[in-house]
């Protein structure tokens, strides 16, 4: 219910409020107990946040850069030392959001190369994309369970495809 209250709110003079209460609900820690957000070291910062949410370092890192965008989209003040050398995706910076391209829509190797002026996309001679495919794929191990055999077996069949 929160979430669809927040949603609702999204872009609207009531979601900064909304944002507010939920990340100072959630992230407790992070607005009492001596860190002053508008104040704080990155490392101090940092000290706090991975004490009070664990986790290994990249879903820290992540962690706390969802917070801190979320925080300043909100209109939380957060201290430009914790905010150095980081790079947030906040919606404000985002604008509206691209929409995704369907496959047929992607512009193909090609497509790209002619927009850019260049002349047609070659493979170096003997070297297609499929071969250069086929040259990563991963190589048969015997020692495999046979689910895994199973799976390798099939995917190979579905490479081979490709070339015809």
């Known amino acids: 219910p929160r979430l669809n209250e927040l949603a609702t709110a999204f872009g609207t003079p ?3 409020a909304k944002m507010i209460a939920i990340l100072q609900e959630e992230y407790a820690p992070l607005f009492g107990g001596g860190l002053d957000l ?3 070291t990155a490392s101090h910062f ?7 949410f664990p986790g290994s370092d990249a879903v ?3 962690s706390a850069a969802f917070f801190l965008a979320a925080a300043k989209d ?5 201290s430009g030392r914790v905010l150095h050398g980081r790079k947030l995706r906040t919606a404000a910076a985002q604008g509206t959001p691209r929409p995704r391209r369907s496959k047929a829509e992607t512009p193909t190797r090609q497509a790209n190369a002619e927009r850019n002026g260049d002349e047609e996309v070659n493979d170096p001679p003997g070297e297609s994309w499929e071969d250069r495919l086929i040259a990563k794929f991963p190589e ?3 020692e495999w369970g046979a689910e895994v055999q199973a799976k390798w077996f099939e995917s190979f069949e579905k490479l081979m495809a490709l070339r015809k």
């Open 14 to 16: 009531e979601w900064s």
């Open 38 to 40: 508008g104040n704080a």
């Open 46 to 52: 940092n000290e706090v946040f991975k004490k009070s």
């Open 60 to 62: 820290s890192q992540k």
């Open 74 to 78: 909100s209109g939380i003040v957060i």
């Open 140 to 142: 048969f191990n015997p």
